[in-house]
């Protein structure tokens, strides 16, 4: 099992840069994700990490340090359409033996002009 | 990438009844994965479903409850049974990638169901 933490909701402003934090605690690792949700929609992948350090794409970066068990999500140059929920899931072992992402509440991002 | 189907995308349902959600998926996939989103929560895994065996579930779920089939690799279903307000949640159908970021997911656009 895993516990993943992260902030509940935050607020930004366009064209700033806002970091979203995640920290997990899991028996098994096997690499960190980032989605992103918009209201009525289906979650899409950011990002994934599963060695330490800065993975960059665009606008968005992620950060991973396993020793700590933290993660952060950096959205630069921040635009309307960011407003979402960012999910943070940690791939751990099913009950079936597969690795699939388990999911952190999620932290939802207003972006205001 | 997937292309992934689900319907109905919403209904609102009478307690004690049962509905079944089908999920499509473009192409052919071992496992397709069931989860469950309730208001103001993260999603959770109810089962994943594998083509030619039982479902298996995660701790909390039964099948009783979120019995499934996957009769071919594009195609599975979810039911909810013997509804009550509790169960009214987005329910999602997904599956792996299959390129480099391993145990990346695609999901469908969800079934929204509300129990009155």
């Known amino acids: 099992g895993q516990n993943i933490d992260q902030p509940t909701e935050m607020t930004a402003t366009e064209g700033a840069i806002v970091q979203i934090n995640c920290t997990y605690q899991?028996?098994?690792?096997?690499?960190l994700f980032w989605y992103q949700q918009h209201a009525g929609e289906a979650p899409t992948f950011l990002s994934y990490?599963?060695?330490?350090g800065l993975e960059e794409k665009g606008r968005f970066s992620s950060f991973l340090s396993r020793s700590k068990g933290y993660s952060y999500l950096l959205l630069k140059e921040l635009q309307m359409k960011d407003s979402a929920s960012y999910l943070c899931?940690?791939?751990?072992?099913?009950?079936?033996?597969?690795?699939?992402?388990?999911f952190g509440r999620g932290t939802s991002l207003i972006v205001h002009p | 990438s997937a292309v992934i189907s689900q319907k109905p995308s919403r209904d609102i349902c009478q307690r004690g009844t049962s509905l079944t959600i089908q999920c499509q998926v473009d192409?052919?996939?071992?496992?397709m994965f069931w989860y469950r989103q309730q208001p103001g929560q993260s999603l959770t895994l109810i089962a994943t479903?594998?083509?030619?065996?039982?479902?298996?579930?995660e701790s909390g779920f039964v099948i009783d409850k979120f019995p499934i089939s996957r009769p071919n690799l594009t195609f599975s279903t979810l039911t909810v049974s013997n509804m009550s307000p509790e169960d009214s949640s987005i329910y999602l159908c997904?599956?792996?990638?299959?390129?480099?970021?391993?145990?990346?997911?695609?999901f469908g656009e969800g079934s929204r169901l509300t129990v009155l």
């Open positions: 997904s599956v792996k990638g299959t390129g480099y970021d391993t145990g990346e997911l695609f």
């Open positions: 899991t028996s098994g690792f096997n690499g």
């Open positions: 192409s052919q996939v071992t496992m």
């Open positions: 990490n599963v060695l330490d």
């Open positions: 479903a594998n083509q030619g065996s039982e479902a298996t579930y």
């Open positions: 899931a940690v791939s751990d072992i099913t009950s079936g033996g597969s690795y699939i992402p388990t």
